[in-house]
C-alpha cells in the first residue's frame, strides 16, 4: 500500500499566501518524480509544479515567480508554497509521486485525494 496524504489548502483572499505539504508513505523502494497538479471545475487537470530528487524543478507558465516546490527526500515530503494567489488559482490540488515498490517493479504514479484551495477577490 502508497499512501499520499496532503495538507495546507484553504480559503485565502488575493495576493496571500498558502503552503501545500504531501507526505508519500508505504513499501517504497524509491521515489522520482514529485509534483503538484490541480484542476478547476470544468477544465481539465493541468500540471503545476514538478521536483526531481536532485531538486530540478519545473512549473507551469500561469505560476512562475509565484509558486515554488520543493522536496524533503528524508521525509517522502513535497511541498508547494504559493505566494501572490490570484483568483484564477482556485483548484483542487493534488500531489503526484513516481515511485518504485521493489526491485523486480517498474515505476508507477500515485495520486493523493486532493485538496482544495480557494482564492477570493
Known amino acids: 500500500q502508497v499512501h499520499l496524504v496532503e495538507s495546507g489548502g484553504g480559503l485565502v483572499q488575493a495576493g496571500g499566501s498558502l503552503r501545500l505539504s504531501c507526505a508519500t508513505s508505504g513499501s517504497i523502494l524509491s521515489i522520482d518524480y514529485m509534483g503538484w497538479y490541480r484542476q478547476a471545475p470544468g477544465i481539465q487537470r493541468e500540471m503545476v509544479a514538478t521536483?526531481?530528487?536532485?531538486?530540478?524543478?519545473g512549473y507551469a507558465d500561469s505560476v512562475k515567480g509565484r509558486f515554488t516546490i520543493s522536496r524533503d527526500n528524508a521525509k517522502n515530503t513535497v511541498y508547494l508554497q504559493m505566494n501572490s494567489l490570484k483568483p484564477e488559482d482556485t483548484a483542487v490540488y493534488y500531489c503526484n509521486s513516481r515511485l518504485r515498490r521493489g526491485w523486480r517493479t517498474g515505476y508507477d504514479e500515485y495520486w493523493g485525494q486532493g485538496t482544495q484551495v480557494t482564492v477570493s477577490s
Open positions: 521536483i526531481t530528487p536532485a531538486g530540478s524543478t
